[in-house]
């Protein structure tokens, strides 16, 4: 029986709203994120870590689902590392602290909780990261245990929104058609002016015309899911079947290939002639079909860097000094007309540079109003080297080495026991010749009485 997941959700709100508002031009909706989470397992706890006073229309929906917002102080430097580190210490400490939460779901695309979701799987804990396809870290979602990309979130039709949409206006009732027409007129013209932004809606609806990949595409993956589940002498059901391909590539998502469910995407594939299905709905049976197989290979996402790099050295002036998104992706269409993202794997032109970030070939910096600006990566301006020592050549003077003091009882340099030399003997003065007598004999001293001194 598989264990039931108890979540905590854990959200970087700065990186998320504007990374949702760079790339999608749409606000962030906390409610589908938690909505997609309830399908997982429980949500037991919910923070949010932003500085609120710069916030303060996101406070409401937030605390309409019971989010507990942390305030994050900015630092003097202006950095928001604070944010990440709070973010960690919480979750790190619920980790020891909790025992019955066994799920956290990190919602940012920050690369720097690579440590904070490797330290998390060390303490068997499951980790999903919650974030968008062209902004989070392509290193972040391939090492948690799922990935839920934001943008198949909002591409769901949610009922109470589309109902919204799709009715007509109310009729004006009886009391106002009877009131004179220039006091309905100003009554209404608020209304009709926040009806009518400017080109504000069409930018919005557009990333939700996302083009389906292929279906080819996924069947490398599905295939070697297929082959795992046979050597284990395991049935390939649809439930194991999905939770092995995860744990093959924890991106996957089967509503990049237009499917609703994973149950749809079953179907697809039987239908593309691609896979065998046996059994009644919920008890499918999935298995290769000989001649399902794609006929061409799928490109690899790799070996569309090539080609991009090609199109940055064509304009390298423009992209070193900042250049937006889309002039970089027409410049791609007019240039490289063989560099179609899609049949790469990447629906949207922004998840192929968000790839080639991380291979540092670009560096991508996210703007609320212009999107995502485009600047060379590290493999066009690459560190300078450490300058090199400047070898002077100068003659060195020989230095007499100085002598060596000798210690008494302590050998040498040359092993050898210096003797100590003792003190030369004080000289002593000359005596006089002694006087002779005419015979040459030596007289002698004749000792004269000395007086007495008077007392």
Not at 240 to 267: I, R
Request: charged share 30%; hydrophobic share 35%.
């Amino acid at each position: 029986m598989e264990q039931k997941l108890k979540i905590a959700v854990f959200i970087d709100f700065d990186n998320i709203e504007i990374g949702v508002k760079s790339t999608l031009h749409r606000e962030f909706d906390v409610a589908a994120v938690l909505d997609a989470l309830k399908e997982r397992g429980e949500i037991v706890t919910k923070f949010a870590y932003a500085n609120w006073g710069r916030q303060e229309s996101a406070t409401r929906a937030l605390s309409e689902h019971a989010v507990q917002m942390v305030q994050r102080d900015p630092s003097p430097r202006g950095d928001k590392n604070g944010a990440d580190i709070n973010l960690a210490l919480d979750a790190l400490e619920m980790a020891f602290t909790h025992d019955h939460i066994n799920a956290f779901a990190i919602v940012s695309g920050d690369s720097d909780f690579i440590a904070l979701v490797n330290k998390l799987k060390q303490y068997d804990k499951r980790i999903f990261v919650v974030g968008g396809r062209a902004f989070t870290s392509t290193i972040l979602q391939k090492n948690c245990h799922e990935f839920v990309a934001y943008e198949s979130l909002i591409d769901e039709p949610r009922p109470r929104s589309s109902a919204h949409q799709q009715q007509p206006p109310p009729p004006l009732p009886q009391s106002l058609v009877q009131q004179p027409q220039e006091r309905v007129l100003q009554d209404r013209l608020p209304q009709e002016r926040q009806d009518r932004p400017p080109q504000q809606p069409q930018q919005q609806r557009q990333p939700h015309k996302r083009v389906a990949l292929d279906l080819a595409q996924a069947m490398p993956l599905v295939e070697r899911a297929l082959g795992v589940l046979e050597r284990r002498e395991v049935r390939p059901q649809l439930g194991l079947l999905k939770s092995t391909m995860l744990q093959l590539d924890s991106t996957f998502n089967e509503k990049a290939y237009g499917a609703s469910s994973f149950t749809d995407f079953v179907e697809k594939l039987q239908k593309a002639d691609y896979v065998e299905v046996t059994g009644g709905e919920g008890r499918y049976m999935i298995r290769m079909k000989g001649g399902g197989a794609p006929e061409k290979p799928t490109a690899k996402p790799e070996q569309a860097i090539p080609l991009l790099r090609d199109v940055l050295e064509t304009h390298r002036f423009e992209v070193d000094n900042g250049a937006m998104a889309e002039e970089l992706a027409e410049w791609v269409r007019q240039e490289q007309p063989k560099l179609d993202w899609h049949e790469f794997g990447f629906q949207e032109f922004s998840e192929l540079l968000n790839y080639a970030q991380d291979k540092g070939l670009v560096r991508i910096q996210a703007d609320e109003e212009k999107g995502l600006i485009v600047y060379l990566g590290a493999e066009f301006h690459p560190p300078a080297p450490p300058p090199e020592p400047v070898q002077e050549v100068q003659v060195e003077e020989e230095e007499e080495d100085e002598p060596q003091p000798l210690v008494p009882g302590q050998p040498t340099a040359t092993g050898e026991i210096p003797i100590p030399e003792l003190p030369p003997k004080p000289q002593r003065r000359p005596r006089a010749p002694r006087k002779t007598s005419g015979d040459g004999q030596q007289k002698k001293r004749v000792s004269r009485p000395r007086k007495k001194q008077p007392m």
